[in-house]
């Protein structure tokens, strides 16, 4: 129904930045919330950031003041800069999207996750 597609993983040295990615397509009327989690080896999945319709945005405290979530919603796409990072930050990030599609049903979305990799 919904397809999440993420970009701009990758290897960065610690310090350095990268932009991750996600745009949603397919059968979407509307999309609410949309957001970043991530999950390290032996971890469970974190909240990392979200966003709303309306531009209201929620960091999980170990990322406050270095990432930077956004998004058009012309485009269903939702952006994450992420800067100063640490090797502590190494995770594969999902992409999540809180969606209406066209039959009327509201649902929870993921991506199929991007793997960054932050070395010291």
């Known amino acids: 129904q919904v397809q999440l597609v993420e970009s701009g993983g990758g290897l960065v040295q610690a310090g350095g930045s990268l932009r991750l990615s996600c745009a949603a397509s397919g059968s979407i009327f509307s999309i609410d919330a949309m957001g970043w989690y991530r999950q390290a080896p032996g971890k469970q999945r974190e909240l990392v950031a979200t966003i709303t319709r309306g531009g209201s945005t929620n960091y999980a405290d170990s990322v406050k003041g270095r990432f930077t979530i956004s998004r058009d919603n012309a485009k269903n796409t939702v952006y994450l800069q992420m800067n100063s990072l640490k090797p502590e930050d190494t995770a594969v990030y999902y992409c999540?999207?809180?969606?209406?599609?066209?039959?009327?049903?509201?649902?929870?979305?993921w991506g199929q996750g991007t793997q960054v990799t932050v070395s010291s």
């Open positions: 999540n999207a809180r969606a209406v599609v066209t039959s009327g049903n509201l649902y929870n979305f």
